[in-house]
Nanobody, 125 residues
């Protein structure tokens, strides 16, 4: 079955950096657009970044543009999210998700059918 496993979260000070990883198995990774979402308790899960199947196109929420970089290594079946200049408002659980195979990247979470368990990112001020 499809499995997505995030790692790399942690506690960092504002201004610091983290690199999140998402190891995928059970799916032909290069056929899926991928995305990162985040969720704060009591709020909806929100789109952060997305990447096309071969990595040629990337998309970001306006709140993270210039600080977050999404990338993928299809040979390693792994998705990444580089987060720089972290802010306290970035504190959330971060989830990776697989979109619809052979489709374009979507920002709508209903277009993502497989999700990881999430990794906590906490930014102290």
């Amino acid at each position: 079955q499809v499995q997505l496993v995030e790692s790399g979260g942690g506690l960092v000070q504002a201004g610091g950096s983290l690199r999140l990883s998402c190891a995928a198995s059970g799916l032909p990774f290069s056929t899926y657009p991928m995305g990162w979402f985040r969720q704060v308790p009591g709020q909806e899960r929100e789109f952060v970044a997305g990447i096309s199947r071969l990595g040629g196109s990337t998309y970001y929420d306006d709140s993270v543009k210039g600080r977050f970089t999404i990338s993928r290594d299809n040979a390693k079946n792994t998705l990444y999210l580089q987060i720089d200049n972290l802010k306290p408002e970035d504190t959330a659980v971060y989830y990776c998700a697989a979109g619809r195979p052979f489709h374009s990247v979507s920002k709508d979470r209903s277009d993502f059918g497989a999700w990881g368990q999430g990794t906590q990112v906490t930014v102290s001020s």
